[in-house]
């Protein structure tokens, strides 16, 4: 799709990655609002779901091994990523499974509801406006914008296609903070300066390029292709660590028999067994 060019500031760019030490603001909690490494904050989801699933499982209390298996982290790092929210576990008996999920939950803003926009109604656009899961987790699609006037007035998932000059007023009208950027890699910088323009300071963007944002708007980068381009890594490394060991094994020549003399009494000689 395109859109009119507006421009905002271009500070940094969404692709920089912050390291794990750098800290971000704490929301609150029993820790007091200390600052929370940004590392952890992205796994605070991870247990989030964790929790959920142990929950529906109807599991009421849990330990951090088995909090941490669930999670796919280790167990001492999931105590240190907890550690930022407060002191919620029991010694001997572990974590109140409901009760820690709504610390995390509240922690991480998601007990509350919070507005999207999704901008580029293509094949993504179309199967994210249809993902059930964004609102059982606290996101509430509340427009879909296409600059294709073709497309304009079709029902997805129960909302009317609306066209990207509507953007200022949907922003406005449902106090829009996050937008979802679902065009091709050469208008998803201009929708992005319309997005932050209109007030929105938080972009998710599935775009394949690096947006420039202001200070004081978050980007998160979601590319299919680059997590498929590391998972072929990986895939070659296996392949060619599979044919070192079969090479190192055929240099290796077969495999030494040791044999045994074995005496005869009859013939009082020895035979080779």
């Known amino acids: 799709m395109s859109a009119g060019r507006r421009t905002a ?54 330990s951090s091994e088995e909090l941490a298996a669930a999670a796919g982290v280790n167990s001492a790092k999931l105590r240190k990523d907890l550690s930022y929210l407060g002191s919620y576990g029991t010694r001997g008996v572990g974590y109140d499974v409901e009760y820690l999920r709504y610390q995390i939950a509240r922690e991480i803003g998601v007990t509350q509801d919070w507005p999207v926009v999704i901008v580029g109604i293509g094949n993504l656009g179309h199967a ?75 972009i998710l963007n599935f775009a394949p390029t690096v947006l420039a944002v202001p200070a004081g708007v978050d980007v998160r980068k979601v590319d299919l292709s680059i997590e498929l381009q590391i998972l072929a890594f990986h895939e070659q490394r296996k392949a060619q660590q599979a044919l070192g060991q079969i090479v190192d094994g055929a240099a290796a020549g077969p495999a030494e028999v ?9 013939a009082g000689k020895a035979v080779i067994a």
Do not use: K, M
């Open 128 to 202: 994210l406006a249809n993902y059930s899961g964004f609102r059982s987790r606290g996101f509430r699609v509340v427009a879909l914008l296409d600059a294709a006037e073709a497309r304009q007035g079709e029902q997805v998932a129960g909302l009317p296609i609306r066209g990207f000059d509507d953007l200022e007023a949907v922003v406005a009208e449902h106090g829009v903070a996050i937008g979802v950027v679902a065009t091709p890699a050469d208008a998803a910088q201009q929708v992005c300066d319309r997005l932050v323009a209109a007030g929105v300071t938080s």
């Open 9 to 62: 500031p271009q500070v940094r760019a969404s692709g920089a990655s912050t390291p794990e030490s750098a800290p971000l603001p704490g929301t609150g909690g029993a820790a007091g609002g200390a600052a929370i490494p940004e590392a952890t904050v992205a796994r605070l989801p991870v247990y989030l779901r964790a929790l959920t699933a142990l929950a529906d499982a109807g599991t009421t209390t849990c």
């Open 258 to 266: 040791e044999v045994e003399a074995v005496p005869v009494p009859d």
